[in-house]
């Protein structure tokens, strides 16, 4: 098989989730001197890509995506320290967190697994987190963007207060908002420079604002 079949048996692999095997053939091709950044980029993107378009058209759900998300964080740990030695390059780095008063996970790790698996460095910083954890994390990590996430209605109006606290800071880095009941306008209103409706969103969002 040559690298060029192996990236696209690789993308195939996250798609339908099977963690051990795409492991093993994104092992096969460090191991063939493929470069880092193309079994990145034409094998899990290319996975991860599919898989997003298809939970947004509503042809995978939540359960075959966090499969998925599974097959592609394997095969991550692979080259995670090729990634870390500079061999690939991150298009930019994202905190990603639920509000304050909101414990909901699932939505904003299914952002977070699409973010890195289009090549983003993401720090999750977990659920509940208020305007002085989003601080704290900011100056700690220094991001290029921050994705803000909430499933419910009496907890969207926590998003604001975080981007009104850094507007006062005069710290300019960009918000993505996005969950349940968020929409664009809500988005607009609060100040957030953009809006996933889903996690593929999320992501072509990151890639426009970033750009």
């Given at each position: 098989m040559t690298s060029r079949e192996k990236l696209s048996e690789l993308a195939q692999l996250v798609i339908t989730g099977k963690h051990l095997d795409a492991q093993k053939i994104t092992q096969e091709l460090i191991d063939d001197k493929c470069d880092p950044?193309?079994?990145l980029n034409d094998g899990l993107m290319k996975?991860?890509?599919v898989v997003g378009q298809r939970f947004r058209d509503n042809q995978m759900y939540v359960?075959?995506?966090l499969v998925a998300a599974r097959a592609m964080k394997t095969s991550m740990k692979v080259i995670e320290p090729l990634m870390l030695s500079g061999e690939i390059k991150s298009k930019g780095k994202v905190i990603i967190g639920t509000v304050k008063g909101?414990?909901?996970d699932i939505g904003k790790n299914i952002v977070a697994t699409m973010m890195q698996g289009a090549g983003y460095e993401v720090i999750d910083i977990g659920t509940g987190c208020d305007v002085n954890k989003f601080y704290q994390e900011y100056e700690t990590h220094k991001?290029?963007?921050i994705g803000m996430s909430a499933l419910l209605t009496t907890t969207m109006v926590n998003m604001k207060p975080v981007i009104?606290?850094?507007k006062n800071k005069n710290v300019n880095v960009p918000f993505i908002v996005g969950g349940a009941p968020i929409n664009k306008k809500f988005a607009d209103e609060i100040g957030a420079a953009g809006y996933g409706r889903d996690a593929y969103d999320a992501v072509k969002t990151a890639d426009q604002l970033l750009a």
């Amino acid at each position: 098989m040559t690298s060029r079949e192996k990236l696209s048996e690789l993308a195939q692999l996250v798609i339908t989730g099977k963690h051990l095997d795409a492991q093993k053939i994104t092992q096969e091709l460090i191991d063939d001197k493929c470069d880092p950044q193309t079994i990145l980029n034409d094998g899990l993107m290319k996975g991860m890509e599919v898989v997003g378009q298809r939970f947004r058209d509503n042809q995978m759900y939540v359960p075959q995506v966090l499969v998925a998300a599974r097959a592609m964080k394997t095969s991550m740990k692979v080259i995670e320290p090729l990634m870390l030695s500079g061999e690939i390059k991150s298009k930019g780095k994202v905190i990603i967190g639920t509000v304050k008063g909101d414990v909901h996970d699932i939505g904003k790790n299914i952002v977070a697994t699409m973010m890195q698996g289009a090549g983003y460095e993401v720090i999750d910083i977990g659920t509940g987190c208020d305007v002085n954890k989003f601080y704290q994390e900011y100056e700690t990590h220094k991001p290029d963007l921050i994705g803000m996430s909430a499933l419910l209605t009496t907890t969207m109006v926590n998003m604001k207060p975080v981007i009104d606290h850094f507007k006062n800071k005069n710290v300019n880095v960009p918000f993505i908002v996005g969950g349940a009941p968020i929409n664009k306008k809500f988005a607009d209103e609060i100040g957030a420079a953009g809006y996933g409706r889903d996690a593929y969103d999320a992501v072509k969002t990151a890639d426009q604002l970033l750009a």
